[in-house]
């Protein structure tokens, strides 16, 4: 999982997972399905079908939804949202 994966939160904003679907397939544009982990305090975790999707999205930003920036890091092991 960590090889395709990013955790993400939105500043100030917490989206719905429905939400945060339709967002990703229209900014993001990955080449396949992506499997999606909603976490606490607003995180999210993105699993891309491949490791190309990951690179095109940490090299595509910034990102807004709407007004609000969005954090974007690599997925790590026994990552902790406080």
């Known amino acids: 999982m960590q ?3 990013i955790i993400c939160k939105f ?3 917490w ?3 429905k939400a945060l679907q339709t967002w990703i397939r229209y900014h ?3 080449k396949g399905s992506i499997d999606l982990h909603i ?3 607003g995180f ?3 699993v891309f079908p491949n490791i190309e999707d990951k690179y095109r999205v940490f090299e595509g930003g910034p990102y807004f ?3 609000f920036g969005i954090y974007i890091r690599s997925w790590m092991m026994n990552f902790v949202p406080e």
């Open 3 to 5: 090889t395709y994966a």
């Open 65 to 67: 939804y709407a007004a």
């Open 39 to 41: 976490g606490s305090k």
């Open 11 to 13: 500043m100030g904003l």
């Open 44 to 46: 999210f975790i993105v």
């Open 28 to 30: 993001w544009k990955p």
């Open 15 to 17: 989206p719905t997972e």
